[in-house]
């Protein structure tokens, strides 16, 4: 196998990578902040991370992943306060439909899902230790800050210019423009609206809360150790929240807080970064609501290369919708045929090269959806011309599962009789039986429910046909 690369931005390269310990990747991804359902700006992020996760799989690697749940930061207790409900019961069911959202979009599940409000012990430790260090101080307002003077390495990630650092200014806020590169807070003092959303806790220097950066670091080091492999996010991320992660484990700890700092392109709508405050964002329900399988949406972000930006179209998933159409059709097709020919064989092969060779390559996913899709054209010209060897046909059917398990646009259906593909026969043998007795509304629901699974059913003269749409 190539070697594997990855884009560090910490040092703007290319760069070889392998798990410090030679067996798992500790990989920290900043999660979503649940006022609101995720919007597909932040799945696209997290499905960038996704295939990241996946590709350090096919490697051969161990990953241990992270991936916080920030419940508790300023637009949280607004959101909570104008409700006038506790922070916790405003999140609650926001984190449900992330996890359904998710399953839904296929995103493998990370080892772990803390949620800020569970380490709030960890924080105020962080922040002891940065005191004792020196470079934390309590102003008069009562909150904790940061110096940001008092770290030599201030503004290295997202490449700050030092004019830009305002020395002795202080910014309360969680999220700020690069401009306002000011000692930031880590631990604020509680206001009343704090208190009467539930966001405030007892610590040595009185009632408060942490600041949106420093629930990161406390969660990373205490779940993953105080160097990680990988750290994740989106490119709005980098300035301030990664640059003042940096600063406060580093400075807590002495030692480099990732080795790697990747960071995935914006989604734009209309050439504008979807986001909630520019208004127009869609959601995984508006998909459903149009019909957009998990699939569409998967190949459509994986046809563009995650450092690009990507617009989102009716008709770029309208092609993804074909484009899966076909994958579906083969992988359909595969599962019916009962033998191939050497060039079938050959096919595969160089599916399996020049796909482990693309990912390896800093995650070419378009490259390697180019490479599925010749695969398909090679393999089903082969299976034209038909073939006697069961053998050539189990290396195809091998190529494709773990190429596709790896982008993940069609479900496995298993290479002969799967786990699918046994429950989806058992449906339809239900489904049947209802037909026959003429109660149509339990079939009907039969169908439903396959189709929820992305199982399209074809009912014909010799029985009923099925196949997986995503
Ligand atoms: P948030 O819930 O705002 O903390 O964001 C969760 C993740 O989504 C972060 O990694 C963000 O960088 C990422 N994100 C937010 N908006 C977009 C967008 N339009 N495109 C891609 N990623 C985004
Ligand atoms: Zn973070």
Redesign the pocket.
């Known amino acids: 196998m190539p070697e594997f690369r990855l884009y560090n931005s910490l040092t703007g390269e290319v760069e070889p990578f392998a798990p410090a310990d030679g067996s798992t990747v500790r990989l920290y991804t900043?999660g979503?902040?649940v006022y609101n359902p995720?919007h597909l700006?932040?799945f696209?992020?997290f499905l960038f991370e996704d295939l990241l996760r996946r590709v350090l799989r096919m490697r051969g690697w161990g990953v241990e992943q992270v991936m916080n749940l920030?419940d508790v930061d300023d637009k949280i207790i607004k959101r909570a306060t104008e409700r006038g409900i506790t922070i916790r019961a405003l999140t609650d069911p926001v984190v449900t439909t992330f996890h359904a959202d998710r399953e839904y979009l296929r995103i493998q599940a990370a080892e772990h899902y803390p949620r800020a409000t569970e380490y709030i012990a960890e924080m105020i430790a962080l922040v002891e230790r940065l005191q004792a260090n020196g470079v934390a101080y309590r102003a008069d307002d009562g909150s904790v800050y940061f110096a940001i003077d008092k770290f030599e390495g201030y503004g290295r990630l997202s490449r700050l210019d030092t004019r830009k650092i305002r020395t002795g200014a202080r910014v309360a806020q969680d999220d700020y423009a690069k401009e306002n590169a000011q000692d930031f807070a880590l631990w604020k003092s509680a206001k009343p609206e704090d208190e009467a959303c539930a966001a405030a806790w007892d610590s040595p220097w009185g009632r408060g809360r942490p600041g949106w950066h420093l629930e990161c670091s406390a969660m990373a080091m205490a779940l993953l150790g105080e160097t990680l492999d990988i750290h994740a996010?989106?490119v709005?991320?980098m300035f301030p929240h990664h640059e003042d992660e940096i600063a406060q484990s580093e400075a807590a700890t002495g030692k480099p807080f990732a080795r790697f700092w990747c960071h995935?392109e914006?989604?734009l709508t209309d050439g504008a970064?979807?986001?909630k405050r520019v208004g127009n964002v869609s959601t995984v329900a508006d998909l459903r609501e149009q019909g957009v399988s998990a699939a569409a949406l998967r190949h459509f972000v994986f046809s563009t290369h995650y450092r690009k930006q990507l617009n989102l179209s009716a008709a770029a998933l309208e092609a993804s919708i074909e484009a899966v159409r076909r994958i579906g059709d083969f992988s359909d097709r595969l599962a019916r045929e009962t033998a191939g020919s050497p060039a079938l064989s050959e096919a595969a092969d160089t599916l399996l090269v020049e796909a482990t060779t693309v990912l390896s390559d800093d995650l070419n996913a378009p490259r390697a959806v180019g490479a599925l899709f010749e695969f398909i054209s090679a393999a089903n010209r082969a299976l034209d011309s038909r073939g006697s060897d069961p053998a050539a046909l189990g290396r195809a059917r091998e190529a494709f599962r773990q190429v596709n398990g790896v982008l993940d646009i069609v479900p496995d259906r298993g290479t002969s009789g799967g786990e699918l593909a046994d429950w989806v026969e058992a449906q339809l043998e239900a489904r049947t039986q209802a037909r026959a007795r003429r109660d149509f509304a339990a079939a009907d629901a039969i169908r439903k429910s396959l189709e929820e699974k992305g199982i399209a059913i074809e009912d014909s003269p010799s029985g009923t046909r099925w196949k997986s749409v995503r």
């Open positions: 900043c979503p902040t995720a700006g932040n696209r992020t920030t996010g989106g709005d991320l995935g914006f989604l970064k979807m986001a």
